[in-house]
């Protein structure tokens, strides 16, 4: 699922500004440069309104991933095959089970500039005593922003833990479990990160911020007469 709905923010045909519309709705702007082992570098723009989450290249007219925030529903919607991928939420007590022991240490990054007037804070995640990922997180930035990110992270973590038969034993490690099943969301808990990283080759950083900006209401729609689908149907 992770991979699936990474995927559709890389393709671009149009900028925003190519959308023409008189409706226009209240969101937070958040802008990644982003790169995983064997990649190059690509851009992740995420739109938190309070109705929606988007995820997309920063083009109106990509590929992108919607949260529809009420009804907890993940769409992946791929224009080339007119399809959207819908991800229903699936509630499940997610507590990690009392062999999976989660811990973070912090702190603050004395050396790097304030941000909006606050001090940066370097986060280790780590699971059974493994760090898993690190992440640069700033207290008290962005909140909704960041509420949102956490929503979204959390639906796929439950959609995960409903899918553990397809993974493999040998992946199901702590740091895989916490990251991905138990915990997906937990360096939202610590504000607004700017770095995030691990040993795999993956890296993250937030290149800029906006709250209050608006945006063409339409960038939260989904296309009619494509066809929807759900995993494994």
Request: a negative charge.
């Amino acid at each position: 699922v992770y991979c699936i709905l990474l995927a559709t923010a890389c393709g671009k045909n149009a900028d925003m500004t190519d959308t023409v519309t008189d409706v226009v709705t209240g969101v937070d702007i958040l802008s990644y440069e982003e790169r995983e082992a064997g990649t190059d570098i690509y851009q992740v723009r995420v739109l938190v309104s309070p109705g929606y989450v988007r995820l997309d290249d920063g083009f109106a007219a990509s590929d992108f991933v919607l949260l529809e925030r009420q009804s907890k529903t993940v769409f992946s919607v791929n224009h080339e095959d007119r399809t959207i991928l819908v991800i229903e939420n699936q509630p499940v007590s997610t507590a990690p089970p009392a062999d999976l022991v989660l811990a973070e240490t912090r702190t603050p990054d004395a050396e790097a500039p304030l941000i909006e007037g606050k001090q940066p804070v370097h986060v280790k995640y780590l699971a059974n005593g493994e760090i898993c990922y690190q992440a640069v997180t700033v207290p008290d930035l962005m909140d909704a922003a960041v509420a949102g990110m956490a929503e979204y992270t959390t639906l796929l973590g439950e959609r995960q833990l409903n899918n553990m038969g397809s993974v493999p034993e040998s992946m199901q490690t702590p740091c895989f479990l916490s990251r991905y099943v138990y915990a997906p969301a937990r360096q939202y808990r610590d504000g607004l990160p700017v770095q995030e990283w691990d040993d795999t080759g993956f890296f993250t950083t937030l290149t800029d911020f906006s709250a209050d900006e608006t945006v063409p209401a339409a960038v939260f729609e989904l296309p009619d007469e494509y066809e929807r689908f759900s995993p494994g149907l």
